[in-house]
Nanobody, 115 residues
Framework: QVQLVESGGGLVQPGGSLRLSCAAS????????MGWYRQAPGKQRELVAA???????NYADSVKGRFTISRNGTKNTVYLQMSSLKPEDTAVYYC?????????WGQGTQVTVSS
């Protein structure tokens, strides 16, 4: 059974940094893309960043230049380095892994940006 375990969320002041990690346990075949979504209260879940197995990354316009996504293919782990955080980045962040047959989601980790 595949599980995605997220870590690294928390409370940070505006302008600060956090690094999220997501490790996939279990047997996963043919990962196509790994990424991060977020959902703020009262809003729809949105894509933050994603990276393909070939290393191509894309970002939401709101985080370009501030967030960096990376992955360790050997360990089936994806990271999100978040810098220059803003209060509007406050949300629950979800890890997502897409394979040729399945779409997996983590349980979410809270990120709160507040002074």
């Amino acid at each position: 059974q595949v599980q995605l375990v997220e870590s690294g969320g928390g409370l940070v002041q505006p302008g600060g940094s956090l690094r999220l990690s997501c490790a996939a346990s279990g047997t996963i075949f043919s990962i196509y893309r790994m990424g991060w979504y977020r959902q703020a209260p009262g809003k729809q879940r949105e894509l933050v960043a994603a990276i393909t197995s070939g290393g191509s990354a894309n970002y939401a316009d709101s985080v370009k230049g501030r967030f960096t996504i990376s992955r360790n293919g050997t360990k089936n782990t994806v990271y999100l380095q978040m810098s220059s955080l803003k209060p509007e980045d406050t949300a629950v962040y979800y890890c997502n892994v897409v394979t040729t047959h399945y779409d997996y989601w983590g349980q979410g980790t809270q990120v709160t940006v507040s002074s």
